[in-house]
């Protein structure tokens, strides 16, 4: 019954900003690690970033770094990517999925996973 379902993916210009959200359902949020994924088309998996359950500290992937942020309101059970300054290389479907682990990059220790949200970035 658990569930993750996020929104937001949109058409956006290079350089431009977008915010996902995830909203989750059937689990205690606030005891989770939420984490972004993304996949292009051809492409594996990507791990974007995570926000921990514990002290809410985030972990980005090297390429993103500086231009997105994950943040969460556990009262609303939703975590958030804010993307800022994107690029064509960000285009993908992007994922958010929930861990018990305080914190990974590894796909196998998320548990629940979202449908996806496309973004595509036009140049």
């Known amino acids: 019954q658990v569930q993750l379902v996020e929104s937001g993916g949109d058409l956006v210009q290079a350089g431009g900003s977008l915010r996902l959200s995830c909203a989750a359902s059937g689990l205690t949020f606030s005891r989770y690690t939420m984490g972004w994924f993304r996949r292009a088309p051809g492409k594996q998996r990507e791990f974007v970033g995570y926000?921990?359950?514990?002290?809410?500290?985030?972990d980005y992937e090297a390429s993103v770094l500086g231009r997105f942020t994950i943040s969460r309101d556990n009262a609303k059970n939703t975590v958030f990517l804010q993307m800022n300054s994107v690029k064509p290389d960000d285009t993908a479907v992007y994922y958010c999925a929930a861990s018990k682990f305080a914190g990974s990059r590894l796909t196998w220790e998320y548990d629940t996973w979202g449908q996806g949200t496309q973004v595509t970035v036009s140049s």
């Open positions: 926000i921990s359950y514990r002290d809410g500290n985030t």
